[in-house]
């Protein structure tokens, strides 16, 4: 422990000693530190510094991330660190455009999906401004990704002259097919930029109440909302007993919204509804079933199990993930589990994504055409669709599009065991097998839904805290977005804070 006081502090002097000039070393001597005290937010940092020391930006940033999550990190030090993070996160999409043979369009679509839509946008318009353009179909891609950009930036008259340019430039390309979904996305929002700051989309099956009349404490819900704000949220929503209680929209609040990962909750719902209906035979069917190419060495073992638990034996992947490709059935369909499937668990978008084409098949239809039949118009979720690509596949790892409102149904759903209004969705035992621990290695994670034993709460969990926790015994479900990083505020600030105060909503006040 001596070395590794003796590192931090040449860490924080600047100094370069012999253990940072072995990276390996550093490395080593930090996480046998964490494995006895998990709790110091420094020595995540000094992991994250020698990680970068050795090129590995992907653990570098992880690394970071967990300090910035960590509750004993000093609110001095997290600009400094979120700052780093910011330096490390761009180095790495640097990284990933050179592997990739710089593809502009790729590029600004990384930077999109992380929520860098300046940098985004700067990198498009030099890309467009240059004197020696790339392909009709590079020209078509970019100048979506810089339509988006603009868009998300709320900037109209440019993101309606960017979004001219591009049906122009896309016509009669290979790329107008691929970036289909987009362009008409793009269509349906960028005119709405002008009436932002109106009400949400809302529907009249909603009750809403006074939450002192329902005998809530208001004060905890005015905290929940002193969180919310001061965390960056663009919306949060609470339904007790079926009612909401409270719901709030900040000025950066515009639709669709998109489910980050909570995506995958939904994913599991369907995977329920065709269990149910004999399309999927049992949890046990080989992967194999379904997609040919997964009929070979470790990928023949791998079952719907082992992708809904996370424990297909695919590695976490970060900047070369899933995320960052255009044709994500094909990307997934080419991968290969690196461990024995159900021998260990990792977080992996790409096993969820490869749901995509299992249930197309399962379904007979487009799973997202399916989705809507079956789940999204039956419960009212009239706002909400799966993201689909050019090609038409659905994406079932993230982004669904949809609003607090339409969230707020699925859990309602999970709290009356697969009923609406009477009407049966998905079996009851579908929702209780789904929201139980899967597996040993990972207990607070069931079929692509979390577990939080602490808060007796069952969730659905996405990137910046785009999360739905529903608490079955206080039938009440907290729905939470937010679209874009918040200055200042790492991710997870809003559940450390926010979750513990969920209970004390239905307490009574002291008077």
Not at 67 to 86: I, T, V
Not at 240 to 268: F, G, H, L, N
Not at 462 to 470: C, E, P, S
């Amino acid at each position: 422990m001596v070395e590794l006081y003796s590192l931090e502090s040449s860490v924080y002097s600047g100094c370069a000693d012999s253990t940072l000039r072995d990276p390996r070393r550093a490395i080593a001597t930090i996480q046998h530190a964490i494995a006895l005290d998990s709790t110091r937010a420094t020595f995540f940092v000094i992991l994250a510094g020698a990680y970068a020391s050795g090129g590995n930006l992907t653990a570098a940033v992880d690394a970071l991330k967990r300090a910035l999550a960590s509750p004993g990190a000093a609110p001095s030090y997290r600009p400094y660190w979120q700052r780093q993070l910011d330096e490390y996160e761009r180095a790495l999409a640097t990284q990933r455009v050179k592997r990739q043979g710089s593809s502009a369009s790729d590029s600004a679509m990384a930077l999109n999906r992380t929520g860098r839509w300046s940098e985004a946008a700067d990198q498009a318009r030099r890309y467009l401004a240059s004197a020696r353009l790339g392909s009709r179909d590079e020209s078509c891609r970019v100048r979506v990704m810089l339509a988006y950009s603009e868009m998300q930036l709320v900037h109209q008259d440019s993101a309606n002259a960017v979004l001219a340019s591009a049906d122009s430039t896309c016509e009669g390309t290979r790329a107008k097919e691929e970036m289909a979904h987009d362009l008409a996305q793009l269509h349906r929002n960028v005119p709405g930029l002008a009436r932002l700051g109106a009400s949400p989309s809302s529907d009249g099956s909603w009750a809403t109440g006074d939450p002192r009349t329902l005998g809530l404490n208001v004060r905890a819900l005015e905290g929940h909302l002193s969180i919310c704000e001061r965390t960056g949220a663009d919306a949060c929503l609470v339904v007790y007993r079926d009612t909401i209680v409270q719901e709030w929209y900040s000025p950066r609040y515009r639709e669709p919204m998109y489910a980050m990962s909570s995506t995958k909750s939904i994913t599991a719902l369907l995977v329920g509804m065709l269990l149910d209906e004999g399309r999927l035979k049992s949890l046990d069917d080989r992967v194999c079933t379904y997609v040919r190419n997964w009929c070979d060495g470790l990928r023949a073992r791998v079952t719907l199990r082992h992708l809904l638990s996370m424990t297909s034996g695919l590695p976490r992947m970060y900047a070369n993930g899933v995320g960052y490709t255009s044709d994500k059935d094909k990307f997934v369909e080419d991968l290969t589990p690196t461990n024995e499937p159900g021998s260990s668990w990792a977080y992996s978008n790409e096993g969820a994504q490869l749901l995509s084409p299992i249930l197309d098949a399962a379904a007979g239809e487009p799973i997202q055409d399916y989705a809507l039949r079956r789940l999204f118009r039956p419960l009212g979720m009239d706002h909400t669709r799966l993201h689909a690509d050019g090609k038409g596949h659905a994406w079932t790892y993230a982004d669904a599009e949809t609003t607090p409102r339409d969230l707020a149904r699925l859990g309602r759903l999970i709290l009356h065991k697969g009923l609406s209004d009477g009407r049966r969705i998905v079996s009851q035992a579908w929702i209780e097998t789904a929201t139980q621990p899967s597996q040993q290695m990972n207990p607070r994670y069931g079929l692509l839904w979390w577990i939080d034993p602490e808060a007796k709460a069952i969730a659905m969990h996405g990137h910046l805290d785009t999360d739905v926790h529903i608490l079955p015994d206080l039938a009440l479900v907290v729905v939470r977005m937010q679209t874009r990083p918040f200055a200042g505020v790492p991710e997870g600030t809003y559940e450390r804070e926010a979750v513990p105060l969920y209970r004390e909503f239905v307490a009574r006040e002291a008077h």
